[in-house]
Every structure is written in C-alpha cells, then in structure tokens.
C-alpha cells in the first residue's frame, strides 16, 4: 500500500498526518499550518468566531470562506494555462544513446526556442555520451548572440557526466553557461572536493546510500544547487519510490540542519515548493520541450527518452525544421496534457493536501504508470513527491527549517505553525 490515501485526514479542508501529533492543513491557494491533533479535531468539529484558531486560519488564508478572491484569481492564472507564452526551458539532447547532434540541428533549435515569444529562455545542452560538443559549443555561442541581437534575457546550461576539459570550461565560462554536473549514486558518496561544477543533477540508483556524505562531498566541492532525481529503476513501483523519497529526504535533512555553513541549495526541494515538477525541466510541452539528436521535438526530455527507450511516440511533435510555435496548441496530445494537469479535475488530487505543490508531469506519471495522469492511489510518483514535501512541512516549527527556506529563497510566510 503507498503512503497516499492513509495519512489523509478528513475534515473542512485537506490535511495530512505528519507524525508526531501534527498535521498538516492546507488552503485553496497553497497556504498551509502545522496544527496539533487537538487543534484539528476542533477545527474539523466547527470553529465560531470568535476562536482564536479560527482568526489564525482565516488570516493565513486556510479556510477557504476567508481567501482572499484576488489571491485566488492570482493562484489559479499563474498556475494555469491562460497566461501561456510558449515554454521556458528547451533542452536540447546533443549526445545521448549514441547518437550525437549536428551544429546545423543545434542551430535549427536555437531558432526555434528564439522563435517563441517568452521574453526569457533557459537552454540546456545536455551532452550525455560526450560526444556533442560541437553542436553544444555552437549552440551556446549561437544563442548567447541571438539573445544580443534581440535583447532577450537567456539562461544557459550545459549537462554531462565528465568534467568539461580546461578549453571547454574557459568557452562555458566565457559564454557565460552553467556547468551541471550529471551524477550517478549507486553505491557509497565520491570523494569531496572533486569537481567544479555549479551545480549537480544526481540520479539516486538502487544501490545509493549515504545521502548525509553525498550532501557533505557536494557541499565541500562547492557546488551551489543540486536535484536528486530517481533511476528509471525506482519510478515504477512504492518500494523503489520510497527507496529515493527515504535518499532525498534524508539529504534535504542535512542540507536544512547545515545551512548555516553550506551554500548548497536543494533544488528539488525548492522546485516542489514553487509547484514545479523535479526530474524534468517543467511539465511537458507548457513548461518544456525536448529536442532529439536528429532535431525531433518532443514535449519533455522525459517524453524524449520514453522515445528513445520504449518507442513510446505519443510526446513526438514533430522535427524542428519544420515545426513552427504557432502549431503546438493543435498537437494532438495537447488536450490530453492539458486534462492531465487539472489537479482539481482528479478526484484524488482535489483532497490532497500537497495540490498547490504539485505539477508532476504527464510524461512522468506515463513513465511510472503507463498514463498521463497516473493511478494515484498507488502513484510511485505521488508517495516520494509527498514523502519528501513531508519532511519539510513537518518542520514548519523548526527555525533551522524555515531559516533554510529561508535563504534559498522560498516565500514562507505562506506557512506556519
Ligand atoms: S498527483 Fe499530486 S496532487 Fe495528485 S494526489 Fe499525487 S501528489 Fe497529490
């Protein structure tokens, strides 16, 4: 049995049983309070004005009848479609399964990403063969120049297993590109100190232990954010997805009680407070998209290497020397994304208390479940998303926690206890 259904808790709004005699109340807009038992039986049981709980409640914005409409006008246009201009993150796959991109496909990405409207963009080259440097070296210097010409903000990022050599690291500097470091734990934590990446992506095999050591070695190489995300191995079933919700909590844990000496953010737990998804960079094709060594464009790198594992072809959308933005709205997979991210449609999703925190991915769910939306009754994806936003609500009352939160840049007067 998942985690899902048993700490739910019912009363006048979702709650979640953290443990330890708290629980977790949230509101429409993603509000939440750390409440004891007792507050909750009496908050279940009606609380009249003028009850100090309730004041409390309604002033934080957790019983709906007090939320403020405009607050909720705000919660549901930036949550939802209404405001789309195109996805910000566009990853581009130089090198991957042995297949390397070309420049000139690299390029024919570029100009597609340019050619959406966002006045902001993050590319990333992920390079996860090694052998894509040219297409990523001319990726990089061709949109850094475009974003020049046309005075569009741009972020850059380029992903891969090995250490660029010094050259390569003086052109990524120079253009000003982020280096992520793609790291595999499956066993005991590297050395510190070993690299000089900015930041790390690393994907917690079965065999992964010692996340407290693994958060210590990053911390002490200097690298300022890292993201956990599980092997294809622990995404399909709830013993697998608490085998890396127990890794990932567990190193959030260190990373909060050492703030005050590390600079190291935890990314996934920041992304998942602001309701983004944390293995791929945003919800497919509304958030991201994907582009295929031979210049394929799929909604998501997720929905890329479903393609590239299992010849699962519903997230192709067709190939960049063709494609034009003004299509992708009349993909046809495009209602079935968008009915997927209606957490309020889903009946699970509507009583559960972590609803403003979640954007899990269709592409994600398909990976786990073999659906857009997911069973979440036994939702692998569901028990380690709530597992590890767990660990942080149940800290709601630990100033160590919300001084982490804190100075990574969260918004925590959305919280109390
Ligand atoms: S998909 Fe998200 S909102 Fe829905 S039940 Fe799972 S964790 Fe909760």
Redesign the pocket.
């Known amino acids: 049995m998942s985690r899902?259904r048993e700490p739910r808790v019912p009363g006048p709004v979702p709650a979640r049983a953290l443990g330890g005699g708290k629980v977790l109340v949230a509101g429409p807009t993603g509000r939440v309070a750390l409440l004891t038992e007792d507050e909750h039986a009496a908050f279940a049981g009606g609380l009249r004005e003028p009850d100090p709980l309730r004041e409390r409640l309604a002033a934080l914005g957790v019983i709906p009848e007090a939320a403020e409409p405009e607050a909720l006008a705000r919660a549901t246009i930036e949550s939802g479609l209404l405001n789309w201009s195109g996805p910000v993150t566009h990853v581009v796959v130089v090198s991957a399964r042995g297949r390397s991109m070309v420049p000139e496909t690299a390029k024919a990405a570029v100009d597609f990403a340019f050619s959406t409207p966002r006045p902001t963009l993050f590319l990333e080259f992920v390079d996860e063969d090694g052998n894509g440097w040219p297409a990523a070296w001319f990726g990089a210097a061709y949109a850094r120049r475009r974003a020049e010409w046309a005075g569009r903000g741009l972020a850059l990022s380029y992903r891969s297993a090995a250490a660029p050599a010094r050259e390569r690291d003086e052109f990524l500097r120079g253009h000003g590109v982020a280096v992520r470091a793609a790291l595999k734990a499956d066993g005991a934590a590297p050395p510190a100190g070993e690299r000089g990446a900015a930041r790390a992506r690393v994907t917690i095999g079965p065999g992964a232990r010692e996340p407290e050591a693994w958060v210590d070695a990053l911390s002490s190489a200097g690298v300022s954010g890292v993201e956990w995300v599980p092997a294809p191995e622990l995404t399909s079933d709830p013993s697998g997805a608490r085998r890396f919700a127990d890794f990932a909590g567990r190193a959030l844990s260190r990373l909060i009680d050492a703030h005050e000496t590390s600079d190291l953010r935890d990314e996934l737990a920041i992304g998942l407070l602001s309701g983004r998804p944390w293995e791929i960079r945003g919800v497919d094709l509304v958030e991201t998209l994907a582009y295929a060594p031979d210049g394929t464009v799929f909604s998501s790198e997720e929905g890329w290497a479903l393609d590239a594992d299992r010849s699962v072809g519903i997230f192709r959308l067709g190939h960049v020397s063709t494609l034009r933005f003004a299509d992708l709205p009349s993909q046809p997979v495009v209602p079935a994304l968008v009915a997927a991210l209606a957490?309020e449609a889903?009946p699970?999703?509507a009583s559960?208390?972590?609803?403003s925190y979640?954007l899990?991915p269709p592409s994600v769910?398909f990976r786990a479940q073999g659906s857009l939306?997911?069973r979440?009754p036994d939702?692998p994806?569901?028990a380690a998303?709530?597992a590890l936003l767990d660990v942080v609500f149940s800290r709601l009352n630990d100033e160590k926690c919300l001084k982490a939160l804190e100075k990574w840049g969260v918004d925590i007067s959305r919280f109390t206890c």
């Open positions: 899902l957490r889903q699970l999703c559960c208390a972590y609803r979640c899990i769910h939306t997911g979440l939702s994806r569901c998303h709530m």
